[in-house]
Protein backbone atom coordinates (compact mmCIF):
# COMPACT_ATOMS: atom_id res chain seq x y z
CA UNK A 1 0.00 0.00 0.00
CA UNK A 2 1.09 3.45 -0.78
CA UNK A 3 1.89 5.69 1.87
CA UNK A 4 2.86 9.09 2.38
CA UNK A 5 3.04 11.28 5.42
CA UNK A 6 4.54 14.38 5.75
CA UNK A 7 5.78 16.58 8.72
CA UNK A 8 8.05 19.11 9.73
CA UNK A 9 4.99 21.87 9.52
CA UNK A 10 4.09 24.10 12.32
CA UNK A 11 3.92 28.16 13.35
CA UNK A 12 6.86 30.01 11.85
CA UNK A 13 7.87 34.20 11.69
CA UNK A 14 8.05 35.57 8.57
CA UNK A 15 11.29 35.66 7.30
CA UNK A 16 11.84 32.07 8.92
CA UNK A 17 12.43 28.48 8.27
CA UNK A 18 11.01 25.83 7.99
CA UNK A 19 11.76 21.99 6.57
CA UNK A 20 8.98 19.91 5.64
CA UNK A 21 9.43 15.86 5.14
CA UNK A 22 7.50 13.38 3.46
CA UNK A 23 8.53 9.56 4.40
CA UNK A 24 7.08 7.41 1.53
CA UNK A 25 7.02 3.84 1.99
CA UNK A 26 4.67 0.83 -0.58
CA UNK A 27 6.50 1.81 -4.14
CA UNK A 28 9.66 1.86 -5.37
CA UNK A 29 10.21 5.72 -4.21
CA UNK A 30 13.94 6.01 -6.06
CA UNK A 31 11.50 5.45 -9.83
CA UNK A 32 9.01 8.23 -9.24
CA UNK A 33 8.88 11.94 -9.58
CA UNK A 34 7.29 13.21 -6.43
CA UNK A 35 5.89 16.95 -6.04
CA UNK A 36 5.14 19.27 -2.98
CA UNK A 37 1.41 20.99 -3.65
CA UNK A 38 0.06 23.26 -1.08
CA UNK A 39 -3.49 24.74 -0.10
CA UNK A 40 -3.72 28.17 1.93
CA UNK A 41 -6.98 27.72 4.34
CA UNK A 42 -10.63 27.80 1.97
CA UNK A 43 -8.18 28.11 -0.91
CA UNK A 44 -7.67 26.12 -4.08
CA UNK A 45 -4.66 23.72 -5.02
CA UNK A 46 -1.39 25.44 -5.59
CA UNK A 47 1.01 23.56 -7.54
CA UNK A 48 4.50 24.23 -5.37
CA UNK A 49 7.57 21.85 -6.71
CA UNK A 50 8.53 18.87 -8.70
CA UNK A 51 11.49 16.76 -8.90
CA UNK A 52 12.36 13.52 -10.60
CA UNK A 53 13.46 10.37 -9.43
CA UNK A 54 17.32 10.64 -9.67
CA UNK A 55 16.83 14.27 -9.41
CA UNK A 56 17.90 15.33 -12.51
CA UNK A 57 15.24 17.49 -13.10
CA UNK A 58 13.25 20.17 -10.43
CA UNK A 59 10.86 22.91 -11.11
CA UNK A 60 9.28 25.29 -9.07
CA UNK A 61 6.35 27.97 -9.33
CA UNK A 62 7.67 30.77 -9.30
CA UNK A 63 5.90 31.84 -6.11
CA UNK A 64 8.61 30.06 -4.54
CA UNK A 65 11.56 30.63 -6.95
CA UNK A 66 14.23 31.67 -4.84
CA UNK A 67 12.99 30.72 -1.44
CA UNK A 68 12.38 26.97 -1.54
CA UNK A 69 14.07 24.22 -2.43
CA UNK A 70 13.22 20.63 -3.08
CA UNK A 71 15.33 17.26 -2.48
CA UNK A 72 14.74 14.04 -2.15
CA UNK A 73 16.93 10.84 -0.35
CA UNK A 74 16.42 7.73 -2.12
CA UNK A 75 18.08 5.40 0.51
CA UNK A 76 15.65 6.91 3.36
CA UNK A 77 12.65 7.01 0.64
CA UNK A 78 12.09 10.55 1.65
CA UNK A 79 11.31 14.23 0.29
CA UNK A 80 11.99 17.12 1.20
CA UNK A 81 11.14 20.71 1.51
CA UNK A 82 13.13 23.91 2.60
CA UNK A 83 11.21 26.40 3.10
CA UNK A 84 13.28 30.03 3.85
CA UNK A 85 12.18 33.63 4.18
CA UNK A 86 8.47 32.47 4.83
CA UNK A 87 5.65 35.13 4.23
CA UNK A 88 2.39 35.11 5.72
CA UNK A 89 1.17 34.21 2.06
CA UNK A 90 2.65 30.67 2.42
CA UNK A 91 0.59 29.93 5.49
CA UNK A 92 -0.58 26.59 3.71
CA UNK A 93 -1.12 22.74 4.05
CA UNK A 94 1.73 21.39 2.13
CA UNK A 95 0.99 17.78 0.58
CA UNK A 96 3.60 15.54 -1.03
CA UNK A 97 1.99 13.56 -4.26
CA UNK A 98 3.25 11.15 -5.94
CA UNK A 99 3.66 11.15 -9.81
CA UNK A 100 1.12 8.48 -11.26
CA UNK A 101 3.60 6.92 -13.69
CA UNK A 102 7.40 6.19 -13.67
CA UNK A 103 7.58 8.19 -16.77
CA UNK A 104 7.20 11.92 -15.02
CA UNK A 105 3.45 12.66 -16.41
CA UNK A 106 3.28 15.43 -13.56
CA UNK A 107 -0.63 14.30 -12.54
CA UNK A 108 -0.73 13.20 -9.35
CA UNK A 109 -2.09 9.58 -8.20
CA UNK A 110 -1.56 9.31 -4.15
CA UNK A 111 -1.49 12.25 -1.87
CA UNK A 112 -0.41 12.27 1.46
CA UNK A 113 -2.94 13.87 4.79
CA UNK A 114 -0.54 17.30 4.71
CA UNK A 115 1.21 19.22 6.88
CA UNK A 116 0.09 22.79 8.06
CA UNK A 117 2.98 26.10 7.97
CA UNK A 118 1.66 28.84 9.63
CA UNK A 119 3.21 31.58 8.98
CA UNK A 120 2.28 34.64 11.93
CA UNK A 121 3.93 37.04 13.88
CA UNK B 1 2.90 31.21 -18.44
CA UNK B 2 -0.95 29.11 -19.21
CA UNK B 3 -3.30 30.43 -17.12
CA UNK B 4 -6.61 27.91 -15.85
CA UNK B 5 -9.77 29.24 -15.36
CA UNK B 6 -12.93 27.07 -14.18
CA UNK B 7 -16.89 27.72 -14.50
CA UNK B 8 -18.67 27.69 -12.78
CA UNK B 9 -16.92 28.27 -9.67
CA UNK B 10 -19.93 26.75 -7.77
CA UNK B 11 -23.17 25.44 -8.42
CA UNK B 12 -26.32 23.50 -6.69
CA UNK B 13 -27.68 20.46 -8.70
CA UNK B 14 -30.23 17.74 -7.33
CA UNK B 15 -29.74 14.25 -7.19
CA UNK B 16 -29.77 12.53 -10.48
CA UNK B 17 -29.15 15.43 -12.51
CA UNK B 18 -26.29 15.36 -15.43
CA UNK B 19 -23.51 18.02 -13.91
CA UNK B 20 -20.90 19.48 -16.08
CA UNK B 21 -18.18 21.67 -15.53
CA UNK B 22 -15.66 23.39 -17.62
CA UNK B 23 -11.94 24.19 -17.67
CA UNK B 24 -10.17 26.34 -19.93
CA UNK B 25 -6.83 26.99 -20.82
CA UNK B 26 -5.35 30.58 -21.95
CA UNK B 27 -2.84 28.57 -24.52
CA UNK B 28 -3.47 25.13 -25.89
CA UNK B 29 -2.63 22.06 -23.35
CA UNK B 30 -3.45 19.58 -26.03
CA UNK B 31 -4.90 17.07 -23.80
CA UNK B 32 -2.33 17.23 -20.74
CA UNK B 33 -5.22 18.05 -18.07
CA UNK B 34 -6.02 16.14 -15.16
CA UNK B 35 -9.24 16.42 -13.15
CA UNK B 36 -9.47 15.89 -9.25
CA UNK B 37 -12.07 15.56 -6.63
CA UNK B 38 -11.84 17.02 -3.10
CA UNK B 39 -14.40 15.98 -0.63
CA UNK B 40 -14.85 18.48 2.22
CA UNK B 41 -12.03 17.61 4.50
CA UNK B 42 -10.19 15.14 2.52
CA UNK B 43 -7.15 15.00 0.40
CA UNK B 44 -7.47 15.41 -3.63
CA UNK B 45 -8.44 12.18 -5.72
CA UNK B 46 -7.54 11.66 -9.29
CA UNK B 47 -10.32 11.30 -11.72
CA UNK B 48 -9.41 11.25 -15.05
CA UNK B 49 -6.18 12.31 -16.65
CA UNK B 50 -5.25 13.02 -20.84
CA UNK B 51 -8.32 14.54 -20.71
CA UNK B 52 -10.46 11.75 -20.92
CA UNK B 53 -9.15 8.92 -19.13
CA UNK B 54 -10.78 7.66 -15.95
CA UNK B 55 -8.18 6.78 -13.29
CA UNK B 56 -8.87 3.23 -11.99
CA UNK B 57 -11.68 2.82 -9.24
CA UNK B 58 -13.28 5.82 -10.19
CA UNK B 59 -16.94 5.58 -11.13
CA UNK B 60 -17.80 5.83 -14.64
CA UNK B 61 -20.64 8.34 -14.03
CA UNK B 62 -17.58 10.67 -14.37
CA UNK B 63 -16.40 11.03 -17.69
CA UNK B 64 -14.18 13.97 -19.26
CA UNK B 65 -13.30 15.08 -22.68
CA UNK B 66 -11.89 17.83 -24.62
CA UNK B 67 -8.63 18.99 -26.27
CA UNK B 68 -6.39 21.82 -26.59
CA UNK B 69 -8.19 25.14 -24.83
CA UNK B 70 -11.60 24.08 -24.07
CA UNK B 71 -12.44 20.77 -21.33
CA UNK B 72 -14.86 19.32 -19.58
CA UNK B 73 -16.26 17.11 -15.86
CA UNK B 74 -19.48 15.83 -16.80
CA UNK B 75 -21.07 13.75 -13.68
CA UNK B 76 -23.86 11.90 -15.77
CA UNK B 77 -25.84 11.55 -12.56
CA UNK B 78 -24.91 13.35 -9.39
CA UNK B 79 -24.99 11.70 -6.29
CA UNK B 80 -24.66 12.54 -3.10
CA UNK B 81 -21.45 11.67 -2.60
CA UNK B 82 -19.92 13.59 -5.32
CA UNK B 83 -20.63 16.61 -3.37
CA UNK B 84 -16.71 18.09 -3.27
CA UNK B 85 -14.63 20.60 -4.88
CA UNK B 86 -13.61 19.47 -8.56
CA UNK B 87 -9.76 20.92 -10.20
CA UNK B 88 -8.41 20.90 -13.04
CA UNK B 89 -4.47 20.90 -13.63
CA UNK B 90 -2.33 21.71 -16.67
CA UNK B 91 0.54 19.11 -17.03
CA UNK B 92 1.83 19.56 -20.46
CA UNK B 93 4.91 21.68 -18.97
CA UNK B 94 5.67 23.45 -15.76
CA UNK B 95 4.59 24.99 -14.22
CA UNK B 96 1.55 22.38 -13.74
CA UNK B 97 -1.22 24.53 -12.76
CA UNK B 98 -4.05 23.86 -11.20
CA UNK B 99 -7.58 25.73 -11.80
CA UNK B 100 -9.45 27.96 -9.68
CA UNK B 101 -11.85 24.86 -8.40
CA UNK B 102 -15.81 23.95 -8.76
CA UNK B 103 -17.75 23.21 -5.75
CA UNK B 104 -20.70 21.37 -6.47
CA UNK B 105 -23.38 20.69 -3.70
CA UNK B 106 -26.69 18.95 -3.53
CA UNK B 107 -29.82 21.30 -3.84
Known amino acids: EVQLVESGGGLVKPGGSLRLSCAAS????????MNWVRQAPGKALEWVSSISGSSTYIYYADSVKGRFTISRDNAKNSLYLQMNSLRAEDTAVYFC??????????????WGQGTLVTVSS | DIQMTQSPSSLSASVGDRVTITCRAS??????LAWYQQKPGKVPNLLIYGASTLQSGVPSRFSGSGSGTDFTLTISSLQPEDVATYYC?????????FGPGTKVDIK
Open chain 1, 97 to 110: ARDSSTWSQYYFDY
Open chain 2, 27 to 32: QGISNY
Open chain 1, 26 to 33: GFTFSTYT
Open chain 2, 89 to 97: QKYNSAPFT
